[in-house]
Structure formats: structure tokens, C-alpha cells
């Protein structure tokens, strides 16, 4: 059976002034269609870079990813990403920042089909009431909101998410996670997520895929996470299972693929420090 989506010994070069730098080297993964997949790892760890390789902005020197049988070379929109930064247009209201991508992607659509797509969309990352509110009128994480909406809209096989809630304050970030999983229950679409949240990884994810530190990064390792959905923060919080997946992750982070860098001071002799950035 042909895999939906297949990375094949991805890797990448990127040039400098020292010569060749090897970003990501080896990485092997196959996903299955409708599977939530999030990566983590320290940073500079190669996240974003194989991210931006399924989402066709970067090529790979060795190696490629395919989708559906065809050969990942260029942006598509069958491939929707979502940003930290919500790069909304700020002189667009919600409802027309929505319209934007409608008109690209549904020319197949009448006037008044897109209408309804659009507040469809806005509905579903629960923005109607603010759909003629500009960016500048609304929050952080309501512009982030109408950013998933966007992405949505494209009808997207597959949702690249790197760190969307990583600039939101814990509460925020806590109901857009419960919403992403009301989201991605309804339409079944593919989902990689970059995330620096280990419990953020463990309560939205099928697997978790831990990079290695670069240069030359890969996976090291593939955590299958078996809890049963709908999934509640509250209930699993005391969860065995939870616990123990958040441990792995932990484990992986923090001593098999420990990090450390210098602190800067001015005392030069001052000892290096570990400062573990994945959790």
C-alpha cells in the first residue's frame, strides 16, 4: 500500500563561506494519511528545515519527500503552513484575509459558495463573531486563529505547523491546543507540528519524532503515543501512560541528546552550563 506521505533519505547542504554545511543528513520517515505527527528536538536541531522540505520551500541535496506518488519540488497548496508569526495582512479584516487564500485555491467556487466557505472556516477555529475585526483589533491568539483558518481553507492533504502557539501566553496556547485536536478530529488532515513542548507533543500527537543535534541531524528516535481520543489535559495529567511518554521525551532531551552551551560572561573561566531548550 502506498504510503501518503514518504521522506527518503532527506538531507541537506547549505552553503558557507568555510564551505558545505550538512543541516540534515539520513532522515527516513513515512506518515500515514490523517496521522498528527510533531517534532522536537534542541534548537538548530533541523526542524524547521525538514518542515520547509515537505513544504516544498527548500530543496533536499540527497534524498526527497513524495506525497501521494508525486515528488515534493515546489509549494502547493495541497500543503497549508502556519507560522509562529500569524503574517497576517494588517489592513484585511479576518473574514478577508480568509477570502485571500479562498480566491486562490476554490476558483472552482461561485461568489457565494466562497462566502460560505470562508465563514465555514472561521468557524471552525471558532472567529465568526470576529470576522470584521483587523488584526491590529483582535488578540494574539485570535489572529492566530485566523491564521489555522486560512490554512484550512486551501483544503490542505497536509497542515504544517511550526511552533504556532509558541509565542502565546500558557492559557491561550492551552485552548487553541484543544481546538487544533477538535480540528484535525473533524477534517482527518495530516499534521507535522515543530514544537518545543514536550506535554504540547504528548497530548496532540500519534507519534513524536525526536531530532538529533545537529550538524548533520536525524531522527533519533520515533515515540508511538497510544492514548485513546478525545483526549482531556485534566484527565491525563495524573495518566500513567502520559507520564511515562513525557518521561521518554524528557529522557531523550535531556540526556541522550544533551546540550550545552556557554553562558556568556565576563569571567571567562566561568564553566559552561546545560541549557536543555526543548522542553
Known sequence: MRKHLELTQVGIEFPTPKGP??????????????????????????????????????QATTGGAILEGKEVNEPGPERAVVFQNHSLLPWLTAYQNVELAVKQTCKHMNRQEKHEWILHNLELVH?????DKLPGEISGGMKQRVGIARALSMEPQVLLMDEPFGALDALTRAHLQDSLMEIHAE?????????????????????????????????????????????????????????????????????????????????SQQKPVEKPDAA
Open 21 to 58: 554545511f550538512v543541516a540534515l543528513q539520513d532522515v527516513n520517515l513515512n506518515i500515514e494519511k490523517g496521522e498528527f505527527i510533531s517534532l522536537i528536538g534542541h534548537s538548530g536541531c533541523g526542524k524547521s528545515t525538514v518542515l520547509n522540505i515537505v513544504a516544498g520551500l527548500y
Open 127 to 131: 472567529m465568526s463573531h470576529a470576522k
Open 187 to 267: 477534517l482527518g488532515n495530516t499534521v507535522i507540528m515543530i514544537t518545543h513542548d514536550v506535554d504540547e507533543a504528548v497530548l496532540l500527537s500519534d507519534r513524536i519524532v525526536m531530532m538529533t543535534n545537529g550538524p548533520a541531524a536525524t531522527i533519533g528516535e520515533v515515540l508511538d503515543i497510544s492514548l485513546e481520543r478525545p483526549r482531556n489535559r485534566i484527565a491525563l495529567a495524573d495518566d500513567k501512560q502520559y507520564n511515562h511518554y513525557r518521561h521518554e521525551v524528557l529522557s531523550f532531551l535531556y540526556e541522550k541528546q544533551r546540550k550545552v552551551e556557554p553562558v556568556a560572561s565576563k569571567k
